[in-house]
């Protein structure tokens, strides 16, 4: 076999009990939510395992398919009319080169998510923030509804493999029925499905054992190395559960971590760039001698190749790099992994505003996943003269889809390609973000985009005869007007983050509880030590989604104290003055960091129209401060629309 010069260990060859696959990238379950309603695959499913397979991946899985017939979000092996649709799926990942893989799952306590469903697990144990928030408390498993499972499980393996596909997978991580069997936490049962770990793995084994009676593809057992729920699943349970597995026949480990429940983990949200928790990961690989798929944070090729070299893992599992961009695999064999659309692990577009949102997964630096409805870049017949002011995530991404669709752009930046994911990249564990404002500086170098590194004004337009111009300046800070903010204690968070957060104090308020004064507040607790108190006027933090869970669960771990609704009213002898449900309180902090947001910057555009006569747009923040997602996404649909 050739050996690859790029990179030798991700494209070496490799068997999985006689299965012989391309390379050692596997395209991780990750539902697409495009499937029918019944569970069948529908043609958008279909374009998208060719497109996934495309992708260079050795071994590609997607969605999830359920064993029995309950309300899922992902596909349905159920019975056998499903063989049949569920066969185009195999052939297609099999014509577009990959070795088609199927993952078989019950959701277990999580189709908490799925309103409408029987909710069952080990024992009625919910989670309890779930609990608190409306979720339903499952039903226990009887022993023979286990052991009808046990079959059901077996039988839709047989069926996956009538199917065609050639590798199976039992999802039996992050909170799915056979991980709750697994938990100490989940499991309270007193029977011989209880207890010990031997008793809380029994499940799975018969699962095993029944799948490997039915069938003859190799079997991957998906584990979380470590759930993190507290009294949940730990690395050294799993390690024997691993080595169980392979004692009853499987034929690889897929470790992943967390559970859902947990989304810091299992999303990797907020988590510092690079594999997650690779110590406890190589515990396992040293425990069992089939082969293991490790996944989490492996967001470059090169981390990749690491893990495979440093003998931490036998396979790389990419998940959400998959999304941000399909062709990974591909550009990383051929030594372009300068041109991977880097994931930022936001969790806005697949889990938000995808999966948790009933609709179909999205990414939110990829606007063309899934979009089958047209070419991802049509090619225009009527070539514009295109300004962009702006060169932020918005602006970026709309001269790029512009000049690919064959119109003649040039873009004004006033200081750096990127815009403000330099600030939001200053935290560590963001780093990420910078790596998308890394990712356009070369794809607009490379491009055909004329980069002009100058602040435009409306003159400058005015003046270059341009047929569309479109606005994408940001947001701005908002200013507060109040008494007292001129206090030399008193910092805007921005300016706070652009000086690299150094401060003379030990205790602080931070007033804002959006992204940026919740970084402030974790940067200033967690790097430098300081007793932080955050305040919002509003009932609660306005991070939104995953990401706010994520900030929520990590402000508490560095021991950030909350304060909601408190209303700054002024700031007097260096202390803050809020109005709150019992008047008016002060607080006794050495600094106040001031974070109240941003305003829009969409009076360019009438500035333009003022004295020129051209077709103008606004994106991004510039429209309305929100999130990267709505800065890409907007870019991109303004540009393929022009
Ligand atoms: C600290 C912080 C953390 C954040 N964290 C996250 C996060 O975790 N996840 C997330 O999704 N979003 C996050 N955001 C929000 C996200 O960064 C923005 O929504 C996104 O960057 C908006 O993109 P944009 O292109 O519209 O604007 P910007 O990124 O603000 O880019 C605007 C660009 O326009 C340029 N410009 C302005 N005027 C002119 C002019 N006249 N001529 C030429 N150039 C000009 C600016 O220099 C700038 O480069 C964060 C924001 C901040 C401030
Ligand atoms: C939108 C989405 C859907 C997912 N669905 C599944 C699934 O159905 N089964 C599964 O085992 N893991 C699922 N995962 C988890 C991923 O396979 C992967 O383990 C996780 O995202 C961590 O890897 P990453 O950092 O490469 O994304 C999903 C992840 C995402 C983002
Ligand atoms: S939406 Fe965010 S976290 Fe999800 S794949 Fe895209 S960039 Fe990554």
């Given at each position: 076999m050739k050996k690859n010069q790029h990179f030798p260990k991700l494209f070496e060859r490799g068997y999985i009990a006689g299965l012989e696959?391309?390379?050692?990238?596997?395209?991780?379950?990750?539902?697409?939510?495009?499937?029918?309603?019944?569970?069948?695959?529908?043609?958008?499913?279909?374009?998208?395992?060719?497109?996934?397979?495309?992708?260079?991946?050795?071994?590609?899985?997607?969605?999830?398919?359920?064993?029995?017939?309950?309300?899922?979000?992902?596909?349905?092996?159920a019975s056998d009319p499903y063989i049949g649709p569920m066969s185009i799926l195999a052939k297609t990942l099999k014509h577009h080169g990959a070795v088609p893989g199927l993952q078989i799952v019950h959701p277990g306590r999580d189709a908490a998510f799925v309103a409408g469903d029987d909710l069952i697990s080990s024992s009625r144990v919910m989670w309890e923030p779930w609990y608190e928030n409306g979720g339903g408390v499952p039903r226990e498993l009887t022993i023979e509804e286990i052991h009808e499972f046990v079959e059901a499980f077996g039988d839709a393996a047989e069926r996956g493999q009538r199917a065609g596909f050639e590798i199976i997978d039992v999802h039996s991580a992050c909170g799915v029925l056979l991980?709750?069997?697994?938990?100490?936490?989940?499991?309270?049962?007193?029977?011989?499905?209880?207890?010990?770990?031997?008793?809380?793995?029994?499940?799975?084994?018969?699962?095993?054992?029944?799948?490997?009676?039915?069938?003859?593809?190799?079997?991957?057992?998906?584990?979380?190395?470590?759930?993190?729920?507290?009294?949940?699943?730990?690395?050294?349970?799993?390690?024997?559960?691993?080595?169980a597995c392979e004692r009853m026949g499987a034929d690889v480990i897929n470790i992943t971590w967390g559970s859902h429940a947990e989304v810091v983990n299992a999303a990797g949200l907020l988590s510092p760039h690079g594999a997650n928790h690779v110590d406890m990961a190589?515990?396992?690989?040293?425990?069992?001698?089939?082969?293991?798929?490790?996944?989490?944070?492996?967001?470059?090729?090169?981390?990749?190749?690491?893990?495979?070299?440093?003998?931490?893992?036998?396979?790389?599992?990419?998940?959400?790099?998959?999304l941000a961009d399909p062709f990974w695999a591909k550009k990383a064999e051929e030594g372009r992994s300068g041109d991977i659309r880097p994931c930022i692990g936001c969790g806005v577009g697949c889990h938000d505003r995808g999966m948790l949102s009933g609709g179909m997964v999205q990414c939110a630096v990829?606007?063309?996943?899934?979009?089958?409805?047209?070419?991802?870049f049509p090619k225009t017949d009527r070539p514009k003269k295109v300004a962009i002011i702006g060169a932020g995530p918005a602006g970026s991404a709309a001269a790029l889809t512009a000049a690919e669709c064959g119109h003649d752009v040039t873009l004004f930046e006033g200081r750096e390609v990127g815009g403000v994911l330099k600030e939001a990249s200053v935290p560590v564990y963001k780093e990420d973000l910078g790596l998308l404002g890394k990712y356009y500086q070369r794809q607009i170098a490379k491009s055909n985009v004329k980069l002009v590194e100058e602040n435009a004004t409306p003159e400058t337009i005015a003046t270059g005869d341009f047929d569309a111009v479109i606005v994408a300046t940001g947001g701005k800070v908002r200013e507060l007007n109040l008494p007292g903010l001129d206090s030399d204690n008193v910092i805007y968070a921005m300016d706070l983050m652009k000086q690299g957060c150094q401060l003379d104090a030990d205790?602080?308020?931070?007033?804002?509880?959006?992204?940026?004064?919740?970084?402030?507040?974790?940067?200033?607790?967690?790097?430098?030590?300081?007793?932080?108190?955050?305040?919002?006027?509003?009932?609660?933090?306005?991070?939104?989604?995953?990401?706010?869970?994520?900030?929520?669960t990590r402000l508490a771990m560095a021991g950030v104290k909350t304060k909601t609704r408190a209303n700054?009213?002024?700031?007097?002898?260096?202390?803050?003055?809020?109005?709150?449900?019992?008047?008016?309180?002060?607080?006794?902090?050495?600094?106040?960091?001031?974070?109240?947001?941003?305003?829009p910057t969409?009076?360019?555009?009438?500035?333009?129209?003022?004295i020129a006569d051209v077709d103008?747009?606004?994106?991004?923040?510039?429209?309305?401060?929100?999130?990267?997602?709505?800065?890409?996404?907007?870019?991109?649909?303004?540009?393929?629309?022009?």
């Open positions: 696959i391309k390379n050692r990238i596997v395209r991780q379950p990750m539902g697409t939510e495009l499937g029918n309603p019944d569970g069948s695959p529908s043609w958008a499913t279909v374009k998208a395992y060719a497109e996934a397979a495309d992708g260079g991946a050795g071994i590609v899985y997607m969605d999830n398919a359920g064993v029995t017939q309950f309300h899922h979000v992902g596909l349905s092996i991980s709750n069997f697994l938990s100490p936490l989940n499991n309270t049962r007193t029977d011989m499905y209880g207890g010990s770990l031997h008793n809380r793995m029994r499940f799975l084994m018969e699962v095993i054992r029944n799948i490997k009676q039915k069938t003859s593809v190799p079997l991957s057992i998906r584990l979380s190395g470590c759930d993190f729920e507290p009294g949940g699943i730990t690395i050294e349970e799993t390690i024997e559960v691993a080595k190589k515990r396992i690989k040293d425990a069992v001698s089939i082969p293991v798929m490790l996944c989490g944070g492996i967001y470059t090729p090169e981390i990749g190749e690491q893990l495979l070299e440093d003998g931490v893992c036998d396979y790389v599992g990419i998940g959400k790099p998959a990829n606007p063309t996943l899934y979009q089958f409805d047209r070419e991802y205790k602080v308020v931070v007033v804002g509880g959006g992204i940026v004064g919740a970084e402030a507040a974790l940067i200033l607790a967690e790097d430098f030590g300081k007793d932080v108190t955050i305040t919002t006027r509003q009932d609660n933090f306005f991070v939104p989604g995953v990401m706010g869970i994520a900030y929520m700054l009213v002024e700031v007097k002898d260096g202390k803050p003055v809020f109005s709150t449900m019992n008047g008016l309180e002060t607080m006794d902090v050495d600094a106040v960091v001031v974070s109240p947001g941003f305003l969409s009076q360019m555009r009438d500035d333009i129209e003022q103008t747009y606004v994106i991004g923040d510039a429209k309305a401060p929100r999130l990267v997602m709505d800065a890409v996404h907007e870019g991109y649909k303004t540009a393929i629309n022009l």
